[in-house]
């Protein structure tokens, strides 16, 4: 069982930027796409960003897209987002997840059929 564990969170002030990780436990991730996906109060989940096992393949949500860049590192088995002018509306708890396919399958990562997810870091965006 992989276990991924999410770190970073905080609370900053709009037009800030913040950077999270997230670690796993088992170095197989380094074959597997993983994304980011975060769940503001009172809503559903959503994806964020997603990269493939290699970092060479990305994609992101139409809201981050410019804003926010995913990227890794695979000797250290970690998953990177980084969030600039950030806004009042990206406060949420962002979780990181792992699809345990090296290529990014659209269709799972917006849906959020992940095989393994972390526990979430809180992101709090004052105005």
């Known amino acids: 069982q992989v276990q991924l564990v999410e770190s970073g969170g905080g609370l900053v002030q709009a037009g800030a930027s913040v950077r999270l990780s997230c670690v796993a436990s088992d170095r197989a991730v380094v074959n597997y796409a993983m994304g980011w996906f975060r769940q503001a109060p009172g809503k559903e989940r959503e994806f964020v960003a997603a990269?493939?096992?290699?970092?060479?393949?990305?994609q992101y949500e139409d809201s981050v897209n410019g804003r926010f860049t995913i990227s890794r590192d695979n000797a250290e088995n970690t998953v990177y987002l980084q969030m600039n002018e950030l806004k009042p509306e990206d406060t949420a708890v962002y979780y990181c997840?792992?699809?345990?396919?090296?290529?990014?399958?659209?269709?799972?990562?917006?849906?959020?059929?992940?095989?393994?997810w972390g526990k979430g870091t809180l992101v709090t965006v004052s105005s």
């Open positions: 997840a792992a699809e345990k396919r090296p290529y990014i399958d659209s269709s799972k990562f917006r849906s959020g059929a992940m095989d393994y």
């Open positions: 990269i493939n096992w290699s970092g060479s393949s990305f």
